[in-house]
């Protein structure tokens, strides 16, 4: 059984730091995974998605790595600002034809 | 006009009440799912449809029942509510031509009293 993780639960940064956020999977046999920002009451929006066959992408600040091999993917935050403060969370497919599995997130607050 | 939309926003209820959540997507997106978020616990997936004739329990199912009206259209039901299920409910799409990329709603915060 698939199961997610991501440490640390909480995160607080000084504005302008570089910052990495971990997420581990026990199945490497993945379709794809992808990490998703929820600001606090509100729905989730997509940042990145990383195909099994990738090892990384990217978009503006934020560059998401896949290493199946050893279950983890980090996203990676450069120069962080206050307004990336938000819970980000990774999200695993098996198959494509199967249900996706969400870690439980990591808290991040950029203090000004 | 958001993408993938829920109503009620917001509902509060009492035990043994039955209510239902609905979605709706203009996204032409086939693949439609149900979630529920509870602090600490991420997003555990409730049931899900691939298509208008397809429909799968998903990891916590149990006093939820769903209904794909329309390609469209993908309501939760809960037939007596009770107050375990005060939660945060989310409708999903994904797109199967990218890669299963998941498109959410903004959310229904029930509070079952």
């Known amino acids: 059984k698939q199961e997610v993780t991501q440490i640390p639960a909480a995160l607080s940064v000084p504005e302008g730091e570089n910052l990495v956020l971990n997420c581990s999977f026990t199945?490497?046999?993945?379709?794809?995974l992808q990490w998703f920002r929820q600001d606090p009451g509100k729905g989730l929006t997509s940042l990145l998605l990383?195909?099994?066959?990738?090892r990384e992408q990217t978009s503006g600040r934020l560059n998401a790595s896949l290493d199946k091999s050893s279950g983890r993917s980090t996203l990676y935050i450069a120069a962080s600002q206050p307004g990336d403060s938000a819970t980000y969370l990774c999200?695993?497919?098996?198959?494509?034809?199967?249900?996706?599995?969400f870690g439980p997130g990591t808290s991040l607050s950029v203090i000004p | 006009d958001a993408d993938v939309t829920q109503t009620p926003r917001n509902r509060i209820t009492k035990t043994g009440k039955r209510i239902m959540l609905e979605c709706s997507q203009t996204?032409?997106?086939?693949?439609m799912y149900w979630y529920r978020q509870d602090p600490g616990l991420g997003l555990r997936l409730i049931y899900y449809?691939?298509?208008?004739?397809?429909?799968n329990k998903g990891e916590i199912s149990d006093g939820y029942s769903v209904s794909r009206q329309a390609q469209a259209k993908f309501s939760l039901s809960l037939e007596s509510a009770i107050p375990n299920q005060t939660a945060l409910y989310f409708c999903?799409?994904?797109?199967?031509?990218?890669?299963?990329?998941?498109?959410f709603g903004p959310g229904t915060r029930l509070l079952v009293l």
């Open positions: 999903a799409t994904s797109d199967p031509t990218s890669w299963e990329t998941q498109y």
């Open positions: 199945d490497s046999a993945i379709y794809n």
């Open positions: 990383i195909q099994s066959s990738q």
């Open positions: 999200a695993v497919w098996r198959t494509s034809y199967d249900k996706v599995i």
């Open positions: 996204k032409g997106h086939d693949r």
């Open positions: 449809s691939f298509d208008v004739k397809d429909i």
